[in-house]
């Protein structure tokens, strides 16, 4: 099924036109998590380096506020955290005592502006079948 619009099945993924501009003719596709919002995630192991890069096309696709990254050591407790998020890149800061090369798994969310906010709970009257 190919649609411009919403639908509302049990596995769900979205196929758009890339929103890079430099990109056009692309589509980009990805599979749908479970949650109260229109999101997508990136997630990865940082190792030797202090910022995680963000796809590019990030910045044409999400908003700036909605942005939270997750930290979790590799080895022990290094005392990691965001020390700042733009739209292409986080960088990770370490707290004293934290050994000098940095190692940790990261999740990183943020809500799609591309499209409105998911009204979460439906009333009966508002159901459309």
Known sequence: VD???TLTAEAKSF????????KQ????QHGNLEGGEHAIYVRGHLQGTNII???TYWKFLVHLKSI?????????????????VN??????GKNEGALDTIDCFFLIHAERRD????????TPMEKQY
């Open 3 to 5: 649609i411009a619009g």
């Open 15 to 22: 196929l758009i036109p890339h929103p890079d501009p430099s």
């Open 25 to 28: 003719g692309w589509d980009l």
């Open 53 to 55: 890069y963000l796809p």
């Open 68 to 84: 939270t990254c997750h930290l979790t050591s590799a080895k022990g407790d290094y005392r990691y955290f965001v020390e700042d």
């Open 87 to 92: 739209l292409e890149h986080v960088r990770i």
């Open 115 to 122: 499209i409105g906010k998911l009204k979460v709970e439906i």
